[in-house]
Structures are given as C-alpha cells and as structure tokens.
C-alpha cells in the first residue's frame, strides 16, 4: 500500500495531515465534552437555591446534549482518522457545535472547513 506522502502531490498532502490534526483534536475535545456532561449528570440536585456569587449547576438537558455533542465529535474524529466514507463526514457535522467552544473549537473549525 502506498504511503500518502509518496501518493499525493504537495498541497494535498498538506491538506491531509491538517485534517489528521484536526481529527485528532476532535476526539480529545470529544472526550472532555463527554466527561463535563458526564460529570455533571453525575451531580446530585440541590435542595436549596445556591448563595450570591455562586452559579447554578447546568440543568440535566444541557449536560445530556453535552455529552452526545462530545460522543458524536468521538465518533466523527476516529471515522476520519480511519477513513470511513460513510461515517466520516460527521466530522463537518460537528464542526457547526463546535464554533461555539471558544477558542479552541472554534480554531479547530475554521481549519477544518
């Protein structure tokens, strides 16, 4: 099997390895996403309003939509790191969410689109 760098010209092979990049990128800030919806799934409820100056947890819906965020980029990351055609292009997908984590997921974004 040929190599990529011997099989493509210049310019796609550059192209090649920032998408590796970012697909590597994809799986790790997956990752955190999953463990922060997670974690915060986790938390009991609490019975009493919090005092001044502290924030409230994140409802249950927000963590939930969190954590599948974060599994669907997983998903997407390994598919484009393993060449899948059909699952692959969940990584676009999940790029859109993804502008909204400022400032890494939204470099991440910009290089991948």
């Known amino acids: 099997m040929a190599k990529p760098k011997d099989a493509l010209s210049a310019a796609e092979y550059s192209n090649y390895r920032n998408i590796r990049a970012v697909a590597y990128l994809f799986v790790v800030m997956g990752a955190i996403f999953v463990l922060a919806g997670l974690g915060s799934l986790a938390q009991p ?52 969410p993804y502008l909204l984590a400022f400032p890494i997921g939204t470099i991440l974004s910009v290089v991948l689109f």
């Open 45 to 96: 409820a609490p019975s009493n309003p919090p005092p001044a100056g502290v924030s409230a947890p994140a409802p249950p819906e927000f963590a939930a939509f969190l954590a599948v965020i974060g599994a669907f980029g997983v998903v997407g990351g390994i598919a484009t790191l393993r060449g899948s055609p059909k699952v692959a292009p969940l990584i676009y997908v999940m790029a859109v």
